[in-house]
């Protein structure tokens, strides 16, 4: 699933492309595009139509069109989806969902789907941390490449929880934009292993872990984001190759770029968590 860097870096190329932009009309192509809009196809269709796009936002991996009605269009892309930018007359892609068409006759933008896990809807926006964000998401917290981003209070929340440190990174509700492959690497960084409980974190180290999330999360975002398939990609429909700077993450056996011990791979929630052994040592079970 794309995470932070990925969504940021489709976010930026709508900012570029569909910012400023009055939509003529909305085609939905297949009705799970929208499933998570209650009102129906009609209704999203119909009151997109003439409205003109502010700007294109983000929070954590949740990505939104700020509407000049006061409403936002908010995408999730799920496991595969796409927001494509192409001109007119340009052939449909195989697993197209929705098209928007714009009042300058200009490029098209189209959501491409081909596991339909992603999806499209309308909502009001809401206030969150001073910061207006649609109504359905204003309990994601906010990302630590958020320029208000505060370290030592996400640090304390990070400690709070009686959890794994991983399992505590992935909380959208604690820190928002860390998935499964950037929290591997943000833990390489840090020196910390997947499994340690967030109580025997110290101030430093929970500090030192997130500080080493937003540092990784922006290398990738250089890069263009992590791609292990076509199916991640910008609005151009160009992949990332961030995915030939990981550390841990995917390289099972490999030599760790640190130590030179072999990467470990251990079951994580149907996942996968990589790590080191000797720079990452497991912690021991009190008793």
């Given amino acids: 699933m794309p995470e932070l860097p990925e ?3 489709v976010r930026a190329g709508l900012q570029r492309h ?9 085609d939905v192509l297949h009705p799970r595009a929208i499933r998570r809009h209650v009102p129906g196809v009609e209704d999203f269709t119909g009151r997109l ?12 991996k949740y990505l939104w ?10 995408a999730h892309l799920g496991m595969s989806g796409q927001m494509l930018v192409q001109p007119p007359g340009t052939p449909d892609e195989k697993h197209l969902r929705a098209r928007f068409r714009f009042a300058d006759d200009g490029p098209e933008l189209r959501f491409v789907d081909q596991r339909t896990f992603g999806g499209l809807a309308l909502a009001g926006l809401t206030e969150s941390d001073g910061t207006l964000v649609p109504a359905t998401i204003a309990h994601i917290a906010r990302d630590p490449m958020d ?5 030592p209070s996400a640090a304390a929340a990070l400690r709070s929880r009686r959890t794994e440190v991983k399992r505590a990174l992935l909380d959208q509700t604690l820190v928002s934009g860390i998935g499964n492959i950037y929290a591997d690497e943000a833990l390489w960084r840090a020196r910390l292993h997947w499994a340690r409980p967030t109580t025997r974190l110290t101030r430093a180290q929970a500090e030192s872990v997130l500080t080493a999330a937003s540092a990784v999360m922006g290398e990738a975002l250089v890069a263009g984001g992590t791609s292990f398939d076509a199916l991640y990609v910008n609005i151009n429909g160009q992949s990332g190759y961030f995915d030939r700077s990981l550390n ?11 130590c030179g011990t072999p990467i470990r791979r251990d079951p994580f929630m149907n996942r996968s968590s990589f790590s080191c052994p000797r720079c990452q040592p497991k912690p021991r079970v009190r008793r």
């Fill in 7 to 9: 969504v940021e870096v």
């Fill in 18 to 26: 569909v910012a400023g932009r009055v939509i003529a009309s909305v």
């Fill in 49 to 60: 139509g003439g409205v003109k796009i502010d700007a294109a936002r983000r929070r954590g």
């Fill in 65 to 74: 069109l700020e509407l000049a009605d006061g409403e936002a269009l908010l």
């Fill in 147 to 151: 320029p208000l981003f505060d370290l």
């Fill in 248 to 258: 841990v993450y995917g390289r099972e056996g490999e030599p760790c770029a640190r």
